[in-house]
């Protein structure tokens, strides 16, 4: 029963998992092509527009970063790498319960075969002189069967969670190269400028007065 409810499961979130890590999900073309379009320096008032009304990773991640145009370089690449993690853990979602399938569906399917071979022998040592060895026969094929579909359930969960975290891997490497590229070409030519805003000026030195001689009264 329960290698049944964690096959279930293990669908579940493999289906899930497919239509959420689709790369037009992901990384949208529209919003690719746009970042690439932008040329350094030039006003990104289009791909905000854009990202505005979207709700994939890659639109949330630029949002932040063209919020935050106006903090220094350090800050905004901060700000979203923060978000950006927090993206990573939304791709990630349901890999767990995967990683947990992987680990008990096999030991599920051992409990099932070592309880059902407590019960063949069991019946054995009753009537050991009227056992058919068919029916002994045929009580272990089914108790080997727990542990076959135990793994019948662990490798192909198994082949999903290694494909879908390669593929938030490379997602999310394609992400951080085009956000990269992005901030690269709105902070173009303003390392100058605010170098040239925050000179501060020097201080005019105001000289000062001579003091005054005392004149010591005359006796």
Not at 53 to 80: K, M, Q, Y
Not at 210 to 218: C, G, L, Q, S, V
Request: proline residues 5%; hydrophobic residues 50%.
């Amino acid at each position: 029963m329960l290698d049944v409810f964690c096959s279930i499961v293990s669908l579940t979130v493999i289906i899930l998992r497919t239509l959420a890590l689709r790369e037009k999900n992901v990384l949208p073309l529209t919003i690719e092509s746009e970042m690439e379009r932008l040329a350094p320096g030039a006003n990104p008032e289009r791909l905000f527009r854009i990202v505005q009304h979207d709700a994939s990773s890659l639109a949330r991640i630029v949002r932040v970063a063209l919020a935050h145009l106006r903090w220094p370089r350090s800050e905004n690449v901060e700000t979203v790498q923060t978000r950006a993690r927090h993206e990573m853990v939304r791709l990630e979602k349901g890999l767990v319960v995967l990683e947990v399938i992987i680990g008990i569906a096999p030991l599920i399917g051992l409990i099932g075969t070592v309880s059902g071979l407590v019960h063949v022998f069991a019946s054995l040592g009753v009537s050991a002189s009227s056992a058919d060895p068919k029916l002994i026969a045929r009580g272990i094929s089914e108790a080997l069967n727990c542990t076959v579909f135990g793994l019948g359930i662990a490798v192909p969960s198994l082949v999903a969670f290694v494909y879908f975290s390669k593929k938030v891997e490379v997602l999310s490497v394609e992400m951080e190269s085009l956000v990269t590229d992005l901030l690269s070409k709105c902070y173009h030519g303003r390392l100058a400028g605010g170098r040239a805003k925050t000179q501060v000026p020097a201080q005019t030195v105001t000289p000062a007065e001579p003091a005054t001689p005392e004149i010591a009264p005359m006796a």
